[in-house]
């Protein structure tokens, strides 16, 4: 299978598929572009493109049936086998997502963490926490498919050459640096300080 | 001071600032718009409106001077007073941020983390951690301006009805659910199981 999708239509899918998961269908079996759109406050020709993309129509008068959208979203955006993700730098979101990808039958699974700390295990999740030092071995044993890395106080040139050598397929970075890897990785920056400065300006206190 | 400048360029002017701190201008003090552009991995085209937009202009010769940019880019998007950050929910991230935000002479500063656990506090940072169950007290009596959202297992609809009584003015959420808080709250969204779904669909096995 190709991908073909647009980066923003994934997005997209992945957001919808879990608004629908929301709804109980034994009430509701059917939702129309219109109200998806509104719980999604996007735009309805939005969704329709983006149905249409993965061959997906409703019914002119029902609408769309939501079991069989999310089943329809999830062949076609889902792994077939589950991807292995590791956290560089942990906190209360890692945790969230861990539980939300565990609950919700996700093809994503947080099976690591690495910290700066040697004494470090969280009774409270079920991924297994380590200290950065020890990143090469366990990359390579857990087979580590996507890296979420929010920790800064590393040596990263070092600890991006663990990630390039252990096969790793994608990086969520959070940091500011930029990341000097090859290109079959697929990276996607988020910079948080961009972010704030810029939530700073819109909210100041000069005008 | 009027709010003109689009969200885009206070981010990249954001972005612009802190690559530019890490020049050595003792060894060089100028830099040429496709310079930066290279540093920053983006087209020089949108450098040079983005520095019209503050009215910068560079010597033709030499390119900008560095210092003198820092210190004009500060004027447009620095909020005069410091702003006050705080994290509901904090993990690794957040403390990087923290001392980020501290060396760098910013006017962001992060001045409390709250979390679910009652017994919380962290010698490794200089902001309190507090319990949610005191969020109410704590952002009137420390008049915070932003929020990093980052927990999921709260009560959302009261918390944000103690952020919106507060006074904060905005919020920049990680988490999936939408913020139903007034206009004049800024709300930055950034959902992450999206991003890491898509991640995970570009990186796939599925061809």
């Known amino acids: 299978m190709e991908k073909n999708l647009p980066p923003a239509t994934v997005e997209r899918l992945s ?5 629908l998961k929301g709804i109980n269908t034994e009430e509701t ?3 129309h572009s219109h109200q998806l759109a509104h719980l999604m406050r996007i735009n309805p020709a939005h969704i329709r493109r983006d149905l249409m993309l993965i061959n997906f129509s409703g019914d002119i008068h029902k ?13 076609n955006i889902d792994c077939i086998r589950k ?4 956290f560089i730098g942990i906190g209360d979101l890692g945790r969230a997502l861990a539980s939300e990808f565990k609950n919700k039958d996700s093809k994503l699974e947080i099976v690591a963490a690495f910290r700066l700390e040697e004494n470090l295990n969280d009774e409270s999740v079920d991924f297994k926490c380590y200290p950065i ?3 090469k071995q366990v990359l390579k044993k857990e087979e580590i498919d ?3 890395l ?3 106080k590393i040596n990263l040139k070092e600890v991006l050459k663990n990630i390039v050598d252990s096969g790793v397929k994608g990086i969520l970075n959070f940091t500011s640096a930029h990341l000097d890897v090859p290109d079959e990785i697929y990276v996607e920056n988020y910079d ?5 400065e810029k939530l700073s300006y819109f909210t100041s206190c000069k005008d």
């Open 15 to 19: 957001n919808y598929r879990r608004k």
């Open 29 to 31: 079996a059917y939702i």
């Open 63 to 75: 609408g769309y049936n939501i079991e069989n959208l999310i089943a329809k979203i999830g062949e």
């Open 83 to 86: 991807q292995k993700l590791a």
């Open 133 to 135: 030092s020890k990143i």
């Open 146 to 148: 996507i890296i979420v």
């Open 150 to 152: 929010t920790l800064t």
């Open 192 to 196: 948080m300080i961009g972010k704030l």
